[in-house]
């Protein structure tokens, strides 16, 4: 398991993700990194996180089999638990941390870097998702439903979704750190803490989203294109 990347081993078993959000260790963005050399740069107890791997794998396996997945499948399933959570969840989400920053904004001047950031990152992928929905998307499906390719396509678009997905990975590290892993301050009025666990609700489900786009929906993807061209 040491030998392994932090990605594959959440590909095989999606549910050690929560492992590795308990110890602070990228799965998604930084997933690429073997176990034992993400550990050290985290400075993170390896043979515990090994220990709490073991523990969560040694239950009957009963999450979905994401690797197994046809791509197609997969697709629907990003959109309808991973996009819509978002488009249902960002608009009340920005509403409360921005009416936090504006009433709290003087006290807990972070609240309102923290607003500014978490209007930032909906924005981002708000466009994102709607380039992944309208080229991305339709295009894997129809290799999958046609078992034909228009030629080398696929990198392009998934190139950019990565970089994008860089992107908000580091909005998410800068709110996380200045909110102190969205702990509200004990004057915090209830907006504040609907607010800040609203935030880390999103946190989590965007952390899943881009897993599985990293490091199972492209890379198949790219497979089967290549599959496809010969």
């Known amino acids: 398991m040491k030998e392994k990347t932090v990605g594959e081993i959440v590909s095989d078993d999606i549910r050690t993700a929560t492992v590795f959000k308990k110890h602070g260790l990228d799965f998604c963005c930084g997933g690429g990194e073997k176990l034992e050399t993400a550990c ?12 709490d791997l073991e523990l969560v794998l040694s239950d009957e ?14 697709v629907d399933h990003i959109f309808n638990a991973h996009h819509q959570f978002i488009y249902e969840n960002g608009p009340v989400t920005a509403e409360f941390i921005n009416k936090v920053a504006r009433v709290h904004g003087e006290r807990h001047p972070e609240t309102v870097e923290v607003a500014k950031l978490f209007n930032d990152l909906m924005q981002d992928l708000h466009q994102h998702m709607m380039k992944e929905e309208r080229i991305l998307f339709p295009y894997i499906k129809q290799m999958v439903q046609d078992s034909f390719s228009n030629g080398a396509f696929v990198n392009g678009p998934i190139s950019v979704m990565m970089a994008e997905h860089d992107t908000a990975g580091e909005i998410l590290k800068k709110m996380n ?3 102190s892993g969205y702990e509200p301050p004990v004057d915090g009025c209830n907006t504040y803490r609907a607010a800040y666990a609203n935030i880390q609700a999103l946190e989590d489900d965007i952390h899943l989203h881009i897993h599985l786009e990293n490091n199972i929906l492209f890379p ?3 497979e089967l294109e290549e599959q496809l061209l010969g």
């Open 40 to 51: 050290q740069k985290k400075g993170a107890d390896l043979e515990a996180i090994v220990a």
């Open 220 to 222: 198949k993807a790219l």
């Open 61 to 74: 396996k009963s999450s979905d089999d994401f690797q197994a997945m046809p791509l197609n499948k997969l």
């Open 177 to 179: 750190a200045l909110t």
